[in-house]
């Protein structure tokens, strides 16, 4: 038989590549679009009687020349070259097949925008059946973009018989909670169109314990932060000091996209049941599960995530790079590894290169177990309810430079109940309000200012950095400590107290601005 090409409906049935097919999956596409847009909200309707989706963000918007092209296959302004898409891309898309594949599975899609700048409004509607033309609309007050999808899976009207409204709509808010989670600036709504129900809605929030809190209101926030860094892998990880009989509070993802890895739980559950099988604690005898959001960070080249689903299976090139790390992070948050992580020393090259970050320093407070005041006393050599070590560093006329070495030494200069002293008050939440822009600017001179934060400076990460909160907390509860001190020692002239707070600095932060500062604050005393 003679050689032909099928015709293009019968591909579009049939073809294995890239396809969206349920309504899960094109609201997840299509919501990807909207934050790779860079929206700050997010607004989706599903009505399941009419196959009828829309999703309205305030991103960038499209230009009149890329709405010419849009909606064709392969088309996209994410990513062009192999070696940009071997990169860390910072975007959900980059294959540009999802519009296409919605639009061949929907009677029509139409997309109106505008785009940042613009003063006019474009609408493209696209179908089999449409005359495909860009048009200028009713102007839309705002930038941004909406994308309704008419009759969708009306292709495969088989599968549009099958779909359980509750099932399909539960899925939907599965994925948009996934979302969510590691999105944690953005706000979202879904509403079902059908009954006018809201059925999920989360406001902007400052960071991923608030973005998971807003889902999840009946867990508390005893919340531990933690990250890792190993060659081009960085995990960060958000652990809850309790447990829950169910795996629903179990976030992976990989470069922001929710995956589904069994691999990685079951190594993590695992992980917990060790530390606590000696304990006989309930992890191991009834059925509980850890609860976390755990976002793997890499180089798209060394993953291979299969798009098929709202929730990808991932596999990666090396699974050791990624075992070592988690083991690492689960290990400090679990106290398993305190002696290690107690004498590395600030810049040393294994912090750096797979240690567990100090970004979060003492205000997130870390995982490792202190030693009883008695052992502590007797290997630091102090006589009891004396720190001879501290005397020695901040007697008048020390040379604060040799204050600093001691503080850097790598030995705990703090006694362990005074530091459980220390760690409560700082976690107390400030009570310093700062509005958006200036806090992302603080954020911002610190990131280039302090070079002593090494984690800032790996690959995308001093881009786009996800735990804002606890980050400008930090500096905040830094500065709001650094101005205790001030005041204390211009109004004390109680030695003993200025001392305590001292060291409460040279916990907090053993940086050399502070060291100057200290220097000249014993000069006034
Ligand atoms: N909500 C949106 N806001 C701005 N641009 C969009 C939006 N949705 C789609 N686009 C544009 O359409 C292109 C194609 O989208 P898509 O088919 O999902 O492919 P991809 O996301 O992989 O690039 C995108 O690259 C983007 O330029
Ligand atoms: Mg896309």
Redesign the pocket.
């Known amino acids: 038989m003679e050689l032909k090409r099928l015709n293009s409906d019968v591909i579009s049935k049939i073809r294995s590549s890239f396809n969206v097919s349920n309504v899960a999956q094109c609201v997840f596409?299509l919501i990807?679009?909207s934050l790779?847009a860079k929206a700050s909200s997010v607004a989706v309707r599903v009505n399941l009687i009419s196959f009828k989706i829309q999703i309205a963000d305030n991103g960038e918007g499209i230009t009149k020349g890329n709405m010419e092209l849009i909606g064709l296959r392969y088309m996209t302004n994410k990513c062009r070259t192999l070696k940009e898409f071997q990169k860390q891309l910072n975007t959900?898309?980059y294959r540009g097949e999802?519009?296409a594949s919605i639009i061949e599975n929907s009677i029509k899609v139409s997309i109106s925008s505008r785009s940042t700048g613009s003063s006019e409004t474009f609408i493209k509607t696209m179908g089999k059946d449409v005359n495909i033309e860009v048009k200028t609309t009713k102007f839309r007050p705002s930038i941004g973009t909406t994308v309704t999808v008419f009759g969708f899976m009306s292709n495969i009207p088989v599968r549009q018989k099958r779909v359980i409204d509750e099932i399909e709509l539960e899925g939907v808010k599965k994925c948009l909670e996934n979302l969510i989670i590691i999105n944690p600036m953005t706000s979202f709504s879904l509403r079902n169109d059908a009954t006018g129900l809201l059925l999920l809605k989360s406001p902007k929030n400052a960071d991923i314990i608030g973005s998971f809190r807003s889902l999840h209101q009946d867990i508390n926030d005893s919340f531990e932060l933690l990250k890792v860094s190993k060659h081009k892998v960085t995990i960060e990880g958000l652990f809850h000091k309790d447990f829950s009989l169910s795996k629903k509070y179990q976030y992976i993802y990989v470069n922001k996209r929710p995956v589904n890895s069994p691999k990685l739980q079951n190594h993590i559950l695992k992980l917990f049941q060790k530390k606590y099988f000696a304990q006989n604690h309930p992890i191991y005898e009834t059925k509980k599960y850890p609860m976390y959001v755990f976002h793997i960070r890499c180089p798209s080249s060394i993953v291979d995530i299969l798009s098929n689903s709202i929730k990808s299976e991932v596999e990666f090139q090396s699974w050791d790079v990624i075992m070592a790390c988690t083991d690492k992070i689960l290990n400090t948050f679990l106290g398993l590894n305190e002696q290690k992580i107690e004498k590395m020393s600030l810049y040393s090259p294994e912090e750096v290169s797979c240690g567990v970050s100090k970004v979060f320093g003492a205000v997130q407070g870390r995982a490792f177990k202190r030693k009883s005041d008695e052992a502590f006393e007797k290997e630091n050599n102090v006589e009891k309810g004396k720190n001879s070590k501290t005397e020695k560093v901040l007697s008048p006329g020390t040379d604060p430079t040799q204050a600093y070495e001691i503080y850097d030494s790598g030995k705990d200069l703090v006694k362990p109940s005074e530091h459980k002293k220390i760690v409560s008050i700082l976690r107390k939440p400030l009570e310093i309000k700062v509005n958006r822009e200036s806090k992302i600017k603080k954020q911002k001179s610190y990131i280039e200012t302090d070079l002593n934060q090494p984690y800032h400076t790996s690959e995308g990460l001093d881009k786009e950095f996800l735990y804002s909160k606890p980050n400008s907390n930090e500096i905040q509860g830094k500065n709001f400590l650094l101005d205790k001190f001030l005041r204390s020692a211009q109004i004390s002239n109680d030695l003993d107290q200025v001392l305590k707070l001292v060291i409460l600095m040279s916990v907090l932060k053993r940086s050399w601005n502070r060291i100057l500062l200290l220097k000249k604050t014993l000069k006034i005393i």
Do not use: F, I, V
């Open positions: 596409e990807c679009n790779d959900y898309g999802s519009l």
